[in-house]
């Protein structure tokens, strides 16, 4: 039951840092909601996937930070350095809500770590989702062009990244064996991603 509800979260808690990010730059999460579910579910398995198999766990929100930026390059369209202010900004504000509940349960002096993590995830959501609604509903959020940052040969920066990706996926099994759990996951995340892409490019053409 644990860890169904570890992915539950997980999934509900990228999904709430993609909707703060994009409602804090005023893009409707309506319009991308198809695209965000399924990349925040995957990204919920491969959290658990690399905390069942590996002692990355401190790589984690690295590892989630590189892809948000990457899924928000190609469903925005925004350019790369845009991409990375959007991320940040709305995971830094996610961290912010976060920590800020985390304080308060600790000074009620609830300190067992798995309660008070299973509490603190859905009610940073909740309350995340809610600040997005108030965002959305009386019109406030950044409102300057992101492509202002454009650099060059951002798709080749963007393929070296995955190419990268893809290399350490094939050599996985090298550094421990049976990773198979998070290889599938991680080849999973690739795939969706290059799907985002393509569809990208068709629509750019």
């Known amino acids: 039951m644990k860890d169904v509800l570890f992915v539950v979260f997980s999934a509900l808690e990228a999904w709430s840092i993609f909707t703060i990010s994009f409602t804090l730059f005023r893009f409707?999460?309506?319009r991308y909601n198809l695209q965000i579910v399924p990349i925040s579910i995957l990204m919920a398995l491969l959290s658990y996937?690399?905390?069942l198999e590996t002692a990355w766990v401190s790589w984690i929100p690295v590892m989630a930070?590189?892809?948000f930026t990457l899924f928000i390059f190609y469903t925005l369209r925004i350019s790369l350095i845009g991409s990375v202010i959007v991320t940040i900004t709305g995971y830094s504000l996610f961290i912010l809500v976060q920590t800020a509940i985390l304080n308060t349960f600790q000074l009620?002096?609830?300190?067992s770590a798995d309660s008070v993590l299973y509490m603190v995830w859905p009610i940073s959501s909740c309350v995340v989702l809610l600040l997005c609604f108030l965002l959305y509903r009386f019109?406030?959020?950044f409102s300057f062009p992101l492509?202002?940052?454009k650099v060059r040969r951002e798709n080749m920066l963007i393929m070296i990244i995955a190419v990268s990706m893809f290399l350490l996926l094939s050599f996985l099994h090298l550094l421990k064996n049976k990773l198979y759990f998070v290889e599938m996951i991680a080849a999973a995340i690739i795939l969706f991603l290059i799907y985002i892409a393509l569809r990208r490019e068709r629509t750019q053409w």
Request: aromatic share 10%; hydrophobic share 55%; proline share 0%.
């Open 147 to 149: 492509n202002h940052f």
């Open 65 to 67: 930070l590189v892809l």
């Open 108 to 111: 009620a002096g609830l300190r």
């Open 139 to 141: 019109g406030y959020g």
């Open 49 to 51: 996937a690399i905390r």
């Open 28 to 30: 409707n999460i309506l």
